[in-house]
């Protein structure tokens, strides 16, 4: 799928109107949409909400369209109509319109067109007030180009916002219905065409199809030398939970790879030895109940990895940047940084990444991109793929940016994923990532590791879907989700 920054979507339609006219344009738009409304629910008493811009006269078409057909419209103005061809279209409907909205129980549909793509200010109590109790009335709502409320380029809310069921959106889904508030604005989505100018300039949202034919057939005549060799280094005396929630995503799930390490400090070994036979657990050298620097384990680990992770549940200290450090002048395959690995990174010196022989994937929550990039979490929000896009491109490394949907990119390439629910807000999805993360990148070691990246974000949203099956979200845990992994792998070789 393709979206794009709302900004973009007005210059489109600026340029447009070059060659067609704009109130053709809105005709155009109203009527496409009163048609997918209509078999959408059928509805019998309808109320527009409108707004003073274009938005509104979309609404005026589509009601218009809606009292042709015998359907009952009433129309609510928020404010005096200043949009010139939505003035002409208000002249047209010929439908009901009230002077209050006190009671809507006679409406069976709630059609939002109070605010289109350009809405870029806070709220007066006057709309937050009449969202809200939309949003709890119980009728069905369907939004026209965008949830009122929410911001077509970054998915801010600006106060309150319209949770529509169905958004009809014009040419192109906009970037804002997957960042921030805009994923939680909207059921359903539906893009119509009207003539509008294309662009290249798009981001690009993740579907399972992306990874169409990702699987090759495994020969038998292989061993497991021929699969892969994955590392995970990770854990201390004050987090020990983060090294088994990593390698059970590698190790449960049998992600393909033909060796599986793990490396703890050795007050953990005792822990996890046993605890998955087919791990090869191993000891590192610790102080304080974190790892200890030493060039000699780090060496025997690059000896036998195809892929490594390092950071989670680590502790901040001198000795993990050094660590890293290490490993970025020596290592020459993919280093997956995680958790405590970035944030020393943040204390101690992020540059060390314009200095480096391997492949770098960084994948920082919000807060832990805050501490990195030096930018404060307000402004990151404001335009995330941007911040994410240039960090990429400046360090030279592919960055996954984790929220409730996260940005991948390599400063030059950008997807989002969208795919899993607030059964993963909790700790320990994270570390499960980068547990599958390094087995995608051990295993598809051939492949271009942007691709293994957006993979191993969509399989972490998808095995929370299938958890969420089974188990509530409040309910699932990620050593839940994490048995869902082969029910992924079976999906994507079926497509």
């Known amino acids: 799928m393709e979206a794009i920054y709302g900004s973009l979507m007005q210059e489109l339609d600026r340029n447009t109107q070059k060659r067609i006219k704009s109130i053709s344009l809105m005709e155009d738009a109203g009527v496409k949409m009163a048609e997918i409304v209509m078999d959408y629910c059928k509805p019998k008493n309808v109320l527009l909400l409108l707004g003073s811009g274009g938005n509104a006269g979309d609404a005026l078409v589509l009601g218009r369209i809606l009292l042709n057909n015998n359907i009952n419209v009433s129309a609510y103005l928020f404010d005096e109509i200043k949009n010139n061809d939505a003035k002409v279209n208000y002249s047209l409907y010929k439908g009901?319109?009230?002077?209050?909205?006190?009671?809507?129980?006679?409406?069976?549909?709630?059609?939002?067109?109070?605010?289109?793509?350009?809405?870029?200010?806070?709220?007066?109590?006057?709309?937050?007030?009449?969202?809200?109790?939309?949003?709890?009335?119980?009728?069905?709502?369907?939004?026209?180009?965008?949830?009122?409320?929410?911001?077509?380029?970054?998915?801010?809310?600006?106060?309150?916002?319209?949770?529509?069921?169905?958004?009809?959106?014009?040419?192109?889904?906009?970037?804002?219905?997957?960042?921030?508030?805009?994923?939680?604005s909207f059921k359903d989505v539906k893009v119509i065409n009207i003539e509008i100018d294309k662009t290249n300039d798009v981001i690009n949202i993740i579907t399972k199809n992306d990874f169409?034919?990702?699987?090759?057939?495994?020969?038998?005549?292989?061993?497991?030398?021929?699969?892969?060799?994955?590392?995970?280094?990770?854990?201390?005396?004050k987090y020990p939970g983060a090294s088994l929630l990593s390698y059970q995503a590698l190790a449960s799930f049998k992600?393909?790879?033909?060796?599986?390490?793990?490396?703890?400090?050795?007050?953990?070994?005792?822990?996890y030895a046993l605890a998955h036979p087919e791990i090869i657990t191993n000891k590192l050298s610790e102080i304080d109940g974190h790892i200890k620097y030493n060039e000699t384990e780090l060496?025997?680990?690059?000896?036998?990895?195809?892929?490594?992770?390092?950071?989670?549940?680590?502790?901040?200290?001198?000795?993990?940047?050094?660590?890293?450090k290490y490993l970025l002048l020596n290592y020459d395959k993919t280093l997956i940084i995680d958790a405590d690995g970035i944030n020393s990174l943040a204390l101690y010196g992020k540059d060390i990444l314009l200095n480096k022989k391997c492949n770098v994937i960084l994948t920082p929550h919000l807060k832990e991109f805050e501490r990195l990039s030096n930018i404060e979490i307000s402004n990151i929000k404001k335009d995330p793929i941007y911040y994410a896009k240039d960090f990429a491109y400046k360090y030279g490394v592919i960055l996954i940016l984790k929220s409730a949907t996260s940005i991948i990119t390599d400063g030059i390439k950008c997807m989002i994923n969208i795919s899993g629910n607030s059964g993963l807000a909790k700790a320990g999805s994270g570390d499960?990532?980068?547990?599958?993360?390094?087995?995608?990148?051990?295993?598809f070691r051939k492949n271009d590791n942007f691709?293994?990246?957006?993979?191993?974000?969509?399989?972490?949203?998808?095995?929370?879907?299938?958890?969420?099956?089974?188990?509530?979200?409040?309910?699932?845990t990620i050593s839940d989700a994490i048995t869902y992994i082969p029910d992924v792998i079976k999906e994507i070789k079926a497509l």
């Open 96 to 184: 009901n319109v009230l002077d209050d909205i006190s009671d809507l129980s006679s409406y069976d549909l709630i059609i939002d067109g109070i605010f289109g793509i350009g809405l870029k200010r806070e709220l007066s109590n006057k709309y937050i007030d009449l969202i809200d109790k939309v949003n709890n009335s119980g009728i069905k709502i369907v939004s026209l180009d965008m949830p009122s409320g929410i911001d077509s380029s970054n998915g801010i809310s600006y106060g309150a916002y319209i949770k529509c069921d169905l958004l009809i959106t014009i040419e192109y889904l906009k970037v804002g219905l997957f960042l921030n508030d805009g994923i939680n």
């Open 212 to 237: 169409k034919g990702i699987y090759d057939i495994r020969n038998r005549n292989t061993n497991k030398g021929s699969f892969g060799k994955a590392s995970i280094i990770a854990g201390s005396s």
């Open 255 to 271: 992600m393909g790879v033909g060796f599986q390490n793990l490396y703890v400090i050795s007050s953990l070994y005792n822990m």
């Open 299 to 324: 060496d025997n680990i690059i000896k036998h990895s195809d892929a490594i992770s390092i950071g989670m549940g680590m502790e901040v200290s001198i000795d993990l940047y050094n660590t890293i």
């Open 432 to 443: 499960s990532l980068t547990g599958i993360l390094t087995g995608n990148i051990a295993y």
């Open 451 to 476: 691709i293994n990246a957006c993979y191993s974000a969509y399989m972490l949203g998808r095995i929370a879907e299938l958890g969420a099956k089974k188990f509530e979200e409040e309910a699932l």
